[in-house]
């Protein structure tokens, strides 16, 4: 590294132009970022829900749908009729949608002396009140689910508009969206379901990166400011920063990677991150910087001081991240990839731009004896003494806090609830919660049933089995409604039979029909009465074979696809609480153990790749952190060559995790998957500050007292590791300014772990020095 330091000093003009042109190529592919905000695509594909999920959209033409309803206290009236009528065919013409189902053209099953009519519920909308009152009979005495076209209280009209499976979900939603906030009429109007909530995710996060950035540069400048109050001290780290995330983002930009849910908090992260070397460096500088010697003099002496710590920190705070990739979600995987990318731009940029500049500039006017700078050094002498003294106070004092956290650890709860995340107030989630009280729900189950050959599901065996499926989950708790092929097959058969409800069933495997023939009888042709025997399967091809003559062949095409081998149920919840979704799957899974054995049955839905992240997040949390761990000491050991120093590291790192885990049990704090993420970036970032303090107590003379060389380890890095905390800890904390109580969470969540690793740094690694420093593998 002497080497090193010694050819970036000596061309410091070729450094920088080599570092612009770089910066200028990243810069150019910025124009080419992407955003993916939808969290069920950075699902593992090979995890059942989401082959199911991704498999849905080979068979049936639309997936999603997105749920609007109107309201209104007089929705009935001809003039409102004709406005839900206006608003269905106008839903149905825009291009990236594939078929629309509401109160004004739901299809009405008739039997007819010919056999069957199929109809939609209105040809032209209701014109005064006889006509409204005809269509309400209608409506109503239909047989088919209306649970998410009507509400109960008849005063919100549902319209569920079914997205082609061809095009991105969030994409048709922003062109479903811009359609309704175009609507001009006096009903109010709300709309939710997965795309739309993605659509809104997506436009958060572009929020927050908007906003959240530009607070986070700010806060450096003035944390620099305080510290150096000079320029050089500003602009510098502040360079490495923007340099930093420049480079990282445009990566992503040139390997195609897009901005998704968890990637979008990077510049953030990056930002408070890539600041901390520069301080050390600079804080280092100036203390050097004396009458008489010479900017290259000084330069190659700190360069040579802090190349080893930088290095240290810097690699372990990469494989911190890295450790993401324990996790099977993608977008947290590549989290870790790009961070752990950005870090070592950083380090980079700090062992080269920094030097480079320094080289340049002229030494400062005012050595760093100024009288901010004599009362922090002051005040840590003051504090080491103090603890040394007190060293017995400080470790019941820490074995209490540790005490007191682990307290909280039965408290944390797992719920990744996506709508949470929004504010009360906003939009998103102002829609789903009113949409959600009065219809059967924009959350759904898929039972997904699937039989070895075609037309198996005009087995009466399997309909029956769905049919009795519907019934259960109808008696679920939070489960508003359910949709299958079986609905519709009741139906036909019950108007197949004048509309008795004896025959509103499924029909039995062979059944009894009744019918009349023409027989000659003294020499006279008369009706007769004849009964005879039908296979169920025959008759219920009939029924099919007679609706596609009278409605539309495809208008079960979402239910099954046209071999009849593989058929959908839906059932429409109203929640996506993971506790209710949970108790649900478990039922579900049990009800098709012991009941459904006519077909293969599988689930997935969007309640199934909600449980999904749920169990990955779980599953990511305990690995990541556990990788994370192993990585610090293996590189902190290899680096320190001391398998005593690479332990030492990750004991403040211990520390933080505990408090942050009991901060969570007690606060009320959520395990999600933003949340999760904490541990392993308060890992790779909170583990700088124990590198540095054991750098520098093992630099000093063995020969002095284990007291003395604590003492002047914390003089030498005490001031450096507190100004590096409080200036990243405060740049997480910008991210409580986010709009996703998620993101809020984990911006507090690091803010406190940067805090109490530096504590850990600063006062357990002191005490455990003053206890048992006399060990020489330390």
Known sequence: MKNYTKTITERPWLTILLIFLITVFFGWNLKNIKMDPDITSSLPKNIPAKLLYDRMNDIFPSRDFILIAVESDSLFSPANLQTLFKLTEDLESIPDVYSVMSPTNIKVIRGTEEGMEVKSILDAPPQNARQVEAYKQVLYHSDLPIENIISADQKMAGIMVFLKNTVKPEDAAAEVMAFVDNVDSELHIYITGKPILTLYLGRGMGRDMGVLFPMVLLLIVLMLFISFRNIRGVLLPLGVVLISVLWTIGLMAFLGIPISHSTNMLPILLASIAVADGIHILNNYLNKARPGTQPLQVTREVMQD?????????????????ALNASSIGSVGELGIFTAAGVIFAMFFS????????????????????????????????????????????????????????????????????????????????????????????????????????????????????????????RQEHVGGTLSLADFIRRMNKVMHADSSTYDCIPADEETETGVEWIQENGRWIEKQITFKVPGRALIAQYLQLYEMSGKPDDFANLVDYKYKTGRIN????????????????????????????????????????????????????????????????????????????????????????????????????????????????????????????????????????????????????????LNALTVGLGFAILSFSIFAGVKHMGILISIAMFTSCFGAVAILPVLFLYFGEKKNV
């Open 306 to 322: 802090l190349n080893k710590p930088v290095i240290i920190t810097s690699v372990t705070t990469a494989f911190g991240f890295l």
């Open 351 to 474: 062992l080269t731009f920094i030097p480079a500049a320094l080289v340049l500039l002229p030494l400062p006017k005012k050595a760093l004896k100024q009288s901010k700078s004599r009362w922090m050094n002051r005040a840590v002498t003051a504090y080491a003494e103090f603890l040394i003294s007190r060293k017995s106070w400080f470790a019941v004092a820490i074995l209490l806090i540790v005490l007191l956290s682990v307290l909280g650890f039965p408290k944390i709860k797992l719920e990744n609830n996506s709508i949470g995340n929004f504010p009360k107030t906003h939009p998103a989630r102002v829609d789903y919660e009113h949409i959600n009280a009065h219809f059967a729900g924009s959350t759904f189950l898929t039972v997904m049933v699937e039989g070895d050959s075609s037309g198996q599901l005009k087995e009466p065996r399997v309909l029956r089995d769905m049919a009795k499926m519907e019934t259960f989950l109808n």
């Open 571 to 722: 059932a429409f919840i109203d929640t996506e609480s993971s506790g209710v979704l949970h108790t649900l799957h478990d039922a579900v899974r049990a009800y098709i153990r012991d009941h459904f054995n006519s077909a293969r049955v599988e689930l997935t839905g969007t309640s199934e790749l909600f449980l999904a992240i749920n169990d990955l997040v779980v599953k990511g949390q305990f690995y990541s952190i556990l990788v994370s761990l192993i990585l610090v000491i293996l590189v902190t050991t290899i680096l320190f060559r001391s398998l005593g120093s690479g332990l030492l590291n990750v004991v403040p790192l211990l520390f933080a995790m505990i408090f942050n885990f009991g901060f969570m049990g007690w606060a009320a704090v959520h395990l999600n998957i933003v949340t999760m993420l904490t541990s392993s970036i308060a890992i790779g970032v909170g583990v700088d500050y124990a590198v540095h303090l054991i750098h520098r107590y093992r630099v000093q003379d063995d020969h002095r007292a284990v007291a003395e060389r604590v003492k002047r380890a914390l003089e030498q890095a005490g001031v450096p590791i507190l």
